[in-house]
């Protein structure tokens, strides 16, 4: 791994590439975060946001954020909407039974990427709006706990969101990384986003 003292320059070198993302689930909660720090940070050129529909945004920094509604259930038909760019995020999910999420890191691997990293993160810790009640029995238990347990079995999604980033600027010469929560806790200290 890198070291994180040099983040600062990384991400500098990085903006400086002028490269383009697209942003899957931008409109859940890890990808809402991920979004806004992208464009805090001004990381990428070109921002895409792919969903199954149009998210409305109000805020001035969010003026050039295009948008790519498709049908998932027929992708082949929108291979024109992920063109074009030179990064992607997946933060689709989210339960099984709504989205299939357990599938994804398998389909990652047929799709050839010069380098992708899977982030396998415990318990998120957010305000989520949506009522989840497990998700919330869970977050307030882990938030009640000493902060040495509770990074064990939870982390907070700005945390997960600066890990991505961070690794998303090291150079790295391996093809897949896998972080567990314990790895994206360590890389995403680094420094911290902004609390939502
Ligand atoms: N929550 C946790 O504690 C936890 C823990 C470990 C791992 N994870 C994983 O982390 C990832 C992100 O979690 P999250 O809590 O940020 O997710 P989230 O808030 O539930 O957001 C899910 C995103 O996926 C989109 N989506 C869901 N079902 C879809 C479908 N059938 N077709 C197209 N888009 C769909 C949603 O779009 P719409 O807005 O249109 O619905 C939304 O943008 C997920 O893969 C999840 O499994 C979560």
């Not at 992920?82 to 691997?109: P, Y």
């Not at 790895?183 to 420094?191: D, M, P, V, Y």
């Amino acid at each position: 791994m890198a070291d994180t003292g040099t983040l600062p320059k990384l991400r500098e070198d990085f903006r400086m590439q002028n490269k383009s993302v697209f942003i899957l689930g931008a409109s859940g909660e890890t990808g809402q975060v991920l979004l806004r720090e992208i464009l805090k940070e001004n990381l990428f050129s070109k921002v895409t946001l792919i969903g199954r529909r149009k998210i409305e945004f109000e805020e001035e920094a969010y003026k050039h954020v295009n948008q790519e509604v498709v049908d998932f259930e027929k992708l082949d038909e929108y291979s024109s909407a992920f063109q074009g760019h030179d990064v992607g995020f997946c933060c689709l999910g989210t339960t099984r039974s709504k989205a299939g999420a357990g599938e994804v890191e398998a389909k990652v691997e047929e799709f050839n990427f010069d380098r992708y990293t899977i982030f396998r993160p415990a318990v998120l810790l957010c305000n989520r709006k949506e009522s989840r009640p497990a998700e919330w029995l869970a977050r307030k238990f882990f938030s009640s706990l000493p902060t040495s347990w509770s990074k064990d079995h939870s982390v907070p999604i700005t945390t997960v969101v600066r890990a991505m980033l961070n690794n998303l600027v090291m150079p790295s010469d391996k093809k897949m990384e896998l972080l567990d929560n314990q790895a994206i806790h360590n890389l995403g200290k680094a420094e911290d986003v902004d609390k939502p």
